[in-house]
């Protein structure tokens, strides 16, 4: 069955700062991988997206995430916090079944960005 | 233009009440889909239409139904209220395949006294 892992439920980073939020998934063939961000009392944004080609991707506000097959991975990170960063940040996998579109969403990362 | 709008944003209600969420996309995509997410962050996905037909329901009481007017919109009835009925609702709608992302709209957030 499909699925999508992040470890972490909560991270704390300082500004400026490096950043790495994991995401593993589960699906038996070539996944569409997505991370969105939600901002509080916002709605889901789309930060990047991959389907195929070039592993690593760059997406909005400066992330970028790396699919790692063998690791069944899709990181995202960011070389450089800001404080606006501070949202909780979500992994998807999106299939197209029989009877159409099915995503699945990750429990959520949670980061605080502390100046 | 707001490309996924829902209404209200806010909802506060009694039990036992029955309550609508109105939900339009200007996309033009052909699926929208209803999630539920909880205080703790935990989006649940609850169903997801294409072109007026229900194709994903997952198990969600027969309380919560879908309906659709049109392709542009989704709205969602629910039914005789309930306290755990509390939460964050949206919205979201994508082009058909799952190579496409969802686009979502801003939440209703439905408390029930």
């Known amino acids: 069955a499909q699925s999508v892992t992040q470890p972490d439920i909560h991270i704390t980073v300082s500004e400026g700062a490096s950043l790495e939020l994991r995401c593993n998934y589960s699906?038996?063939?070539?996944?569409?991988l997505f991370w969105y961000v939600q901002s509080p009392g916002q709605g889901l944004q789309l930060l990047l997206k991959?389907?195929?080609?070039?592993?690593l991707v760059q997406g909005i506000k400066g992330f970028e995430a790396e699919f790692k097959r063998s690791q069944s991975s899709f990181n995202l990170r960011k070389p450089s916090v800001h404080w606006s960063d501070a949202a909780e940040y979500f992994c998807?996998?999106?299939?197209?079944?029989?009877?159409?579109?099915?995503?699945?969403f990750g429990t959520g990362t949670s980061l605080t960005v502390i100046p | 233009d707001t490309a996924v709008s829902q209404t209200p944003k806010y909802l506060v209600t009694q039990m036992g009440n029955d309550k609508s969420i109105k939900c339009e996309q200007n996309?033009?995509?052909?699926?929208m889909y209803w999630y539920k997410q909880d205080s703790k962050k935990f989006l649940k996905i609850m169903f997801s239409?294409?072109?007026?037909?229900?194709?994903i329901n997952e198990t969600v009481p027969n309380r919560f139904s879908p309906k659709s007017p049109d392709k542009a919109h989704l709205n969602l009835h629910i039914n005789s209220l309930e306290l755990g009925d509390s939460a964050v609702y949206f919205c979201?709608?994508?082009?058909?395949?799952?190579?496409?992302?969802?686009?979502f709209g801003p939440g209703t957030r439905l408390t029930v006294l």
């Open positions: 998807a996998v999106g299939a197209q079944t029989g009877t159409g579109n099915q995503f699945y």
């Open positions: 239409y294409n072109n007026k037909e229900l194709i």
């Open positions: 699906y038996g063939a070539t996944p569409y």
């Open positions: 996309l033009g995509h052909d699926t």
């Open positions: 979201a709608s994508s082009r058909r395949g799952g190579r496409n992302e969802q686009f």
């Open positions: 991959y389907f195929s080609g070039d592993t």
